[in-house]
């Protein structure tokens, strides 16, 4: 039971680490980028390029960080850039159509079989006992990551100048621009931060489970979006609070012998918590954005 | 006359098909107050956008500091010494009010440090000090106002744009706004004032635009506009009683 719960911990910290992301670009940005579960996707992918460099294996996080925000700035400039105000949604269509050439594309080079990642076994299979529960490294160290991501992000977006500029421009971009805040350099870094974090989400996903999968983005990353609705749309601690919960609450099921309904779980809180809370857990309360003009 | 600071040439602006301003040419000189008046619906916050780069000039010219400012940015004119506290103050509600000091504080080099400046702010406005850690949403509307004009104190411009000050306020905070822009103008401060309030906005300024239907109908200095009750009648709707 204990184990089950930190497995589902672990998994939620993932969801967290994506949801998170997303729900940046949009609580600042008033954006949906649909491209972002695949640049998840495409983090353990990214990471499969840099360990078989040859490189320490754990560079390829930070390596992947960078390659996800990137690939975050290049979305921006695709999808996001040319649309202003009420093109919103064609914006979010657009990103939609990245991400699936990004699917497409990543099979054209990889196939579509799972790809096998290897990363030494003391941290895969290795660990210890901890009141009486397996601890196996790879669990540690995702946690830790995740952790120590979502503490960064606290701190930049709370304490930074940086930050204070990304919550003005959540607030009004214009009146931020009228005091002199580049509100296209604010959106790149929001993007680059966003998707930098979805990028090691997806490699510590390849970690956990050994192989960099095309279908993840659809399959785990979507579920991170269903994760950023119930926690309330734009509201990063939502977004933490709502992938943890889903997490240990996916965990639960399966240990309690109803595994199959292990997929519909975050569906079906999803339909609950909108159709009960419809501004989701945290929404309308601290938010990173108010009304804008 | 010195060289203007802020001059707009044959200035024309539409919101698409709509056109809100139509060749407007007016010029602000250094440590000069202008007013700008008119009804609701003139064209004077389509005036200040344009001026501080949030609307595209359609045609004409806007110069700042001697240099054409067309298709600049506003954030770009912010640093380079343009001040523009809009309509609805623009201030930002969810930071708190040090940090909406910091910003625009931050916008460019400052002549006195952070803390300098913002004792200069909290001397001038010791409600600001009480709350400064506190979300500006949460304060009234009229702290509000004082806020946004904290701006100018905090790291002073080159150029300050005011659009309506009033709007919004009780008496008493309509009075104490402009207070604080009856000081900005005794210190020199370089001002551009857009009111409804017509007559306080001309006993503010050395000049003024009266503006009507995106077109500068008159201008001068700004006690002969007062004197014209005819002008003030026909196009403000501004009563004669209402002044002293
Ligand atoms: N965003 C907009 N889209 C279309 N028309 C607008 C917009 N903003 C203002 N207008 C029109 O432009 C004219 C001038 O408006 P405005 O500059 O706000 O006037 P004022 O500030 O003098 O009240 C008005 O006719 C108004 O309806
Ligand atoms: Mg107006």
Redesign the interface.
Known sequence: MTAQILNGLIVGSMYALVAIGFTLVLGVLDRLNFAHTEVFMFGAFAGLVAIDAGGIWWLALPFVFVVGGLFGMAVEFISFRRFEGDARITAALSSLAVGLVLIDLTQKVWGTEPVGMTIPGYVTTAGFELFGMRVVYVQLLILGVTLALMASLHLLVSRTRMGRNIRAVADSPAAASLLGIDVRRVTQDVFFVSSALAGVAGLLLAFRTGFANTDVGLTFGLKAIAIMAIGGMGDLRGAVVGGLLIGVLEALTFQFGVGKLGELVVWVTMILVLFVRPEGLFGGGVHVKDVRA | MTAPVLETRSLSVAYGPIRALSGVSIRIAEGETVAVVGANGAGKTTLMKAL???LPAQSGEIAFQGRSIKGR????L??AGM??V?E?R??????TVE?NL???Y???PARLGYDEATAAVFARFPRLADRRRQRA?SMSGGEQQMLALA?AIVNPPAMLLVDEPSLGLSPLMVKEAFNVLHEFRDRGTTMLVVEQNVRSALRLADRGYVLRQGEVIASGPAAELLADDQLLNRYLGTRTKEGA
């Open positions: 501080s780069g949030l940015g506003p954030h770009d912010a640093r001040l523009h809009p609805g623009g201030t930002l509600g969810t930071l940090e910091r910003i625009a931050d916008v460019r949403s701006r």
